[in-house]
């Protein structure tokens, strides 16, 4: 065999190897060296609390009558906390005398005097109805006199 012919049977060999994936890359490494290709990912959703007041009625006005001082509210609210949401009704800006409230159906609630009014809370998340009475001094007849907070727990 000629040198020529060797030389080209050499340059078609060296192009061969030079194709093959891993040797002819001068950075690939052919092996295991024990690390894991996988890898942790942690996700974590938050989701806004939210309060929502659904329904809110009672008399637009407390008139005298048959029952003075005597006066029915529903109210409907929708919550995704999970401990709950507290509802504050307070007097308007000219003060309540001789006012009180009770549940008088729907869902549990917790009603506790707090400084000019009520605070009414209800646990866990999803729709809750009250239905509530309010007693107040039959003097108090005019427009609804009072005024609906919600808060978070």
Do not use: K
């Amino acid at each position: 065999m000629d040198t020529a012919h060797l030389c080209r049977r050499y340059r078609g060999l060296l192009a061969l190897v030079l194709l093959l994936p891993g040797v002819g890359l001068a950075d690939a490494a052919i092996g295991h060296h024990g690390a894991s290709a996988s890898a942790h990912v942690n996700i974590r959703v938050v989701v806004a609390p939210v309060v929502r007041v659904l329904e809110n009625t009672h008399p637009a006005q407390l008139r005298e009558g048959d029952r003075p001082g005597e006066a029915a509210q529903r109210i409907v609210f929708q919550t995704n906390v999970r401990a709950g949401a507290c509802v504050a009704l307070r007097a308007g800006t000219d003060g309540l005398p001789h006012w009180a409230v009770r549940s008088v159906g729907g869902d549990p609630v917790s009603i506790e005097p707090q400084g000019d009014g009520y605070r009414l809370c209800s646990r866990g998340p999803g729709v809750h109805t009250w239905r509530l009475e309010h007693r107040f001094d039959p003097a108090a007849a005019g427009p609804w006199p009072l005024r609906t907070e919600l808060t978070l727990l």
